[in-house]
């Protein structure tokens, strides 16, 4: 939990938390707007979970992920995979994150946070800027001695197809 | 309704001198040619993908689906039969089935209500007879002849197929003994257990995605992922197998050692990077669960369907072509029965090989892509698939070759009579 | 330009041998039938309803409209006599209004400032006589003859229509003496209030909107809402009337308790829902303020009006089809001058029955959709429309009846000679 | 207004105002998007007027709503309405609400605010996510002793056509 | 800096920063919607710099701007000509502003911000609302006598093409 | 493949009777019409601007850009030529260069790694010879037949021109002496400094662009802001300027007092306001740098390429068509080398009258989009350009003139046998 020198109005902490995470996902969006892939795997801890899938799958429970990641290792194997080897045309993304809801800090000091988030994509050969993909990030994040990280963070996307391919993680 | 027929008979469709070796591009971007696929190959002599039983355990299970651009309705009925009908009212024509799947008793048209029975049957209309002896439908409405349009179906290891011919041999003897052995070895009698699903479209020609597949010569170069971390080398054990007809195929490879490539192969191999290594590499681990000297093996199943098994992540593919520039798949990705939990977490983590954002699926999307974009921004050209000429088509052991594409082209031409 | 004339000479424009009991999916899907609607239909013999005088009360009031889709505005001159021009400048060819409406002295193009007058004559050419005696027009430049398309216009009881057509007759002969009187049962000579607009698009052909609304069978099935609540149920007092060429009708019925419909009535609709009730009641209230036997009417006026009393909330619909699978829908809610405000709020609660978001108009904007989906999906086929036998086409007194679509398109063939 | 212990600095009473009705629009999108629609009537007064129309109708003062509601009964039946009588295809929905602009408290306890909001459809038989509809919240809220509610909700949406149906509120 | 009646908790001076500098650009983006052009050239000191520019552009250090002021003159020029000399389309406008970070007051009072904006737009004759232009703005505000001000607003855009015309600053 | 060649003798194309004063809707939005221009006129005796030589300074150095629709790179081989070859595989098709711009040794194929040089030469397939002597090319595998589709390629003061006729006269020969010099007034021999881009699409068909800087007439009457402050009014010192073939053209004005406009002429220019003033008139200094009579010329230079010299802004404009409804316009704003830093923010201030949020750009862009608007909505209708008959056609010196225009089609229709 923060360390506050004198004792806050706990409204005034709650407000503290929000904004905390709110700039969070801010720097988040950041990084993977300007493909630092390497910047956007320090968010997570050692024993996070990431995971994309579809509202549909999640929905039914059906655990598959376009993305699947039950350990930093492997976030960090996906961001070296499209650093390092993968081919994909050149694009422009800009992610958009809204509507947070933060739910008072849990036992183990897990803070379970929800937001939504639209993702707009541009690529060089079509004209116009697209819906990419939208939805909401199911989180638990934890405060650790390098600062807030995010345990587990689920993507939930309302898109029922994919275009064509997902390059850049959510 | 175009004009496609009279239109295919333009010299403009002539096939190119060269024969097999060439693919001209109104193939792949024409709408009569597409229009003429549709007739008669998806609605024509062939097998359909359509659901895996899985899918729809219980009677009245149903899930939505489509054969060729054609949605359809795949129902498990009372008596367990698996019933494939067309999602078309046959009153005033109304989409019927809105959602995804689901589980009923009977199908309800939301406009006027008709209600089909699960194998497709009409089994009442609303005020059938009128009211006060007024209004109604006539006395001598067939209820039995106005059911809805349905499909022939036939399984095999749980997964279910559909035609619209009635005359079709059976799937056995359509896949061939070899392209058989194959599906047998992935579908080998364990119950499958559905793991979830991938849906993308993909701008570009559906037949695009089955050459991907049939071409392994693009997988030892375009996958640096593939080939670092030995999963597919050339020079190393593989096969690019096509059934008698060439419509079907598949390509299978033993993974191994990439650092004990021979230096000249690697030379060749831009995509092989030295020293590359895994923050966790366990999960390129092959568990060898299956009857089989393959550790991948693709096979494409003519016309809709491409059966994956990438070590242990295993999944459906079905084609549902949109256009000749875009189609859509659906993927359905399931282990087995009896799975441990660790197992199943193996699967769900190798599943980050393939689909839309797989190390290798974005990959082969992002290039079938490029070669759409190149046909319909540079028009009128051809393709070249003049690899590996001791083979004049199908199957090859060498993975430097377009055989299997030739072969594909074979039976294509003769179908679609061009 | 396309070659839809030679094209629609094909044999597969035959229609079924059935006769009117059929209408084939190329009626609502194809590219060359939608172009000769528009030249045969809404550019031909028919009156097209354009705005209400109450939208354009002043001199050099204007409103932007369409006629079929080719927009059009509709203007007060300084006589206070109203005019239709196309909006589409004589010079190069620019859609020089581009607000939605309001009120000027003239139109002037933005591009090269070529001014006309209210009733579309032309009357300003910039530098029309050149500068320093160079350029401009040629001397014998006649501006009366370069003035803006203009339509006949007509109205009636504050409605106002236009026509490509020369030779119309009178907008009471085009409606017939039925018709005629339903409308004015609704537009009874009070002046009319407006409260606003709803617009939508349709992914649907237009046509299935005036079919919706000849199709009394879909209402006693489709919506759950006005069975249960008694504002139209199968075997209540009602009426489908057509006028003599068919083309327009009304769908008429009196509200009635629905909890008296007898129990083999109720039996058959599955949308009747026992004991169902509203936390506020009253907007379902029923004022009877129009002299007519009836609670609830539509009129569907070819080709592009439907006049909506819906007890008491009133409004104007306008179809602009914008190819074979949409159209855009512009509603003009009213009231009357002199209506309390209790009676306004009671017109704008009871709005929530129709309109994009309404109730029952939410219903029929899916159920025309999902129609388009499944012929385009699944297409080729045909549609049923043979409820009713003992009426050939045209008026009928049972919901249970699709007489009133038969006489439609009696008269469509005619029209369209197909 | 909220009752606070110590007196607090009123700008941070502003701020806690503002994460309140922020908060508010938050839970109030995810009733919407999850389709809770009896959550989504509790968010309303006995007396509420909810509305939603075009910009074209509000700027010539039009009273026309495509939903008209001026009583939280009405309100009610909308939800029962679509909840049990209304005929519509499934589809996924994503309010994503920015820009809030909250005025300090007035007469009577009312709060007026403002917010713009785009919402995000997804039908299962098109590819894409589309914008369904984009517009801003004119709102009154008021402090009850059940909570914060909306006294007032008029829902102006910049579209000029609405996309075939609008089956869910806004 | 604000002047703060006692000594106030910095991370809540931080806060209030933010809160101050979130309701600046929501008062902005409403100014456009509204196209309030006057109201939107007073949100300038003197001296601002204004840019309009593509990612393209700003990847490749190139200088040129769709909208190039140095001076509020030119911002006030710029709304001058739009709303008295140029001949545009009638058209509703959204603007969506998200993911704020402010950096903390640096030396000459500078404080500066990014934050992502999604500019909507309906025009009267197409169907559809369509993204019009989504980027990112690099702000400078100062604190002056008359408010918070931009002393310097980079508007820059992911789109590649712009559809047809910018007629209204963003 | 469409059926064009044969549509186009279909009478529909008849051009109107009153000559080159009319010019009639299909030119503009018909498909037939438009796969013609790409061939006779993008891809025929054309040279197609691609590139200025600052943008590709170095060897090795490449830029996406094209010639009609069809994408090209642009490189500069090692030799310091420049090379224009099509983007497009000869293998398998894929548009291989995804990069806007970049400086590269050679061009790898993303999807087998096929490699080019840089003047487009196949340099390389890999395991083209096979493994373990199976499979890869057959022996007789020709490298040089096989390389990618070149364009002939010249320059002329640091700008790039392409083109697929091999037997092209010079530059300096196409453009004819009196373009030639207002090209050279505007790249007078000093090295460029590349400022940025703009890109934009435009709603309309790409001949409007060339029409609107055809059309002084427009220029005196749209643009308020122009004509308020001076930089072009009908009356003051101008020329629009035609070559022979009437397919290039040059709009040349001197600024002036807008003050001392005659009192007549000022009358008919609606778009003259009184007492105007600007917050910062020096953005609207011009700094007098060229050896040229005039302060402002818009050169369109046939087929795809616009010289803008507005003042001290200076732009090329490059003209991509993405069918007959619409283009995409790509913008290269420039200085000299030598230019002070102040003279380098002159240019980008004055920058905003030109571009899609240019004061006079936006207009440009919303008026040509209104004339698209008018002939998709109320087609089949023909333009009236008919000002100063007592030019035929051609230069002319008064800004009352549609002289160009009609000059412009004389050489289309020459070209396109229409
Ligand atoms: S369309 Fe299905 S019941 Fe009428
Ligand atoms: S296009 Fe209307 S005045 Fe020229
Ligand atoms: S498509 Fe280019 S190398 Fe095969
Ligand atoms: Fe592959
Ligand atoms: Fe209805
Ligand atoms: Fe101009």
């Known amino acids: 939990m923060l360390d506050i020198p004198t004792p806050l109005d706990p409204r005034l902490a709650t407000l503290l ?6 700039q969070f996902n801010a720097r988040y969006a950041a990084a993977l707007d300007a493909q630092r892939l390497g910047e956007w795997t320090e968010m997570f801890t050692e024993d996070a979970f990431y995971l994309v899938t579809s509202r549909e799958n999640a929905d039914r429970n059906q655990p598959v992920g376009l993305i699947y990641c039950d350990s930093r290792a492997m976030i960090r194997d996906r961001a070296f995979a499209l650093e390092k080897t993968a081919m994909f045309a050149p694009r422009y993304l800009r992610h958009i994150i809204g509507n947070l809801m933060v739910q008072p800090e849990g036992e183990m000091g897990d803070i379970r946070a929800t937001a939504n988030y639209v993702v707009l994509q541009v690529l060089f050969d079509r004209p116009d800027a697209t819906l990419h993909q939208i939805g909401v990030y199911h989180d638990i994040f934890r405060h650790t001695q390098d600062g807030l990280k995010l345990r587990e963070r689920r993507c939930i996307y309302d898109n029922l197809l994919v275009p064509n391919a997902l390059c850049i993680p959510v | 309704m175009t004009d496609g027929p009279a239109k295919l008979r333009d010299p403009r469709y002539r096939w190119p001198e060269a024969g097999l070796t060439r693919v ?35 009677p009245g299970d149903f899930i939505r689906s489509n054969v060729g651009p054609t949605p359809v309705v795949v129902v498990r009925g009372a008596g367990n039969a698996i019933h494939v009908v067309e999602n078309r009212c046959a ?46 439908m006539p006395a001598d409405f067939d209820m039995q002849a106005r059911g809805l349009k349905r499909l022939n179906v036939t399984t095999h290891r749980g997964v279910v197929f559909a035609s619209y011919a009635d005359d079709m041999e059976p799937l056995t003897e359509y896949l061939g003994p070899e392209i058989l052995r194959e599906f047998e070895a992935t579908f080998d009698g364990r119950c499958l257990t559905i793991l979830g699903h991938y849906r993308h479209t993909l701008p570009g020609n559906w037949k695009l995605y089955h050459e991907n597949l049939k071409d ?19 020079g190393n054990k593989s096969l690019m197998l096509a059934d008698a007809t060439g419509r079907h195929g598949v390509m299978a ?7 004990k490539v021979a230096a000249d192969v690697r030379g060749e191999m831009r995509a092989y990077k030295e020293g590359m290594t895994l923050a966790e590499p366990r999960f390129m681990d092959f568990v060898d669960e299956f009857d089989s000297p393959w550790s991948v093996t693709m096979a494409t199943i003519w016309p809709n369907l491409i059966v994956q098994r990438e070590m242990n992540t295993l999944g459906i593919r079905q084609i549902v072509p949109t ?15 009896g799975d441990s939990e660790e197992m199943t977490r193996h699967r769900l983590r190798q599943g980050n090989l393939m689909g839309p954002a797989g190390f290798l699926g974005l990959e082969d999307n992002e290039a079938i892509k490029f070669v759409q974009d190149g046909m319909q921004r540079v028009p009128d050209g ?25 072969g594909m082209y074979r039976h294509w031409r003769e179908v679609m009579d061009l």
């Not at chain 2, 199908?107 to 029975?117: A, K, S």
Request: glycine share 8%.
């Open chain 2, 323 to 337: 256009g000749p520039h875009e189609f859509i798949m659906k993927w359905t990705m399931f282990g087995f029965e």
């Open chain 2, 216 to 234: 392994p010569y693009h997988a030892t170069l375009l996958h640096t992922f593939l080939v670092t971390f030995g999963l597919l080398v050339a």
């Open chain 2, 253 to 259: 490879s033993a993974k191994s050692d990439a650092t």
């Open chain 1, 17 to 22: 938390l929000h904004h905390e995470i709110d």
């Open chain 2, 91 to 136: 009153h005033r024509a109304a989409e019927f089935c809105r959602t995804l799947s689901g589980t009923t008793k009977e199908f309800v048209c939301p406009y006027h209500q008709w209600t089909y029975t699960l194998d497709g049957g009409l089994k009442a209309v609303p005020f059938r007879r009128g009211v006060a002896g007024k209004g109604g």
């Open chain 2, 24 to 58: 001209p591009d109104w193939v792949y971007t024409d709408a009569a040619v597409y229009q003429r696929e549709v007739e008669r190959i998806f609605h024509g002599q062939t097998w359909n993908y359509v659901a895996l039983e899985a899918e729809i355990p219980n």
């Open chain 2, 382 to 406: 051809e393709h070249v698939v003049e690899l590996d000429p001791q083979t004049a088509y199908g199957t090859s052991d060498t993975l430097i070759s377009e055989a299997a594409i030739r």
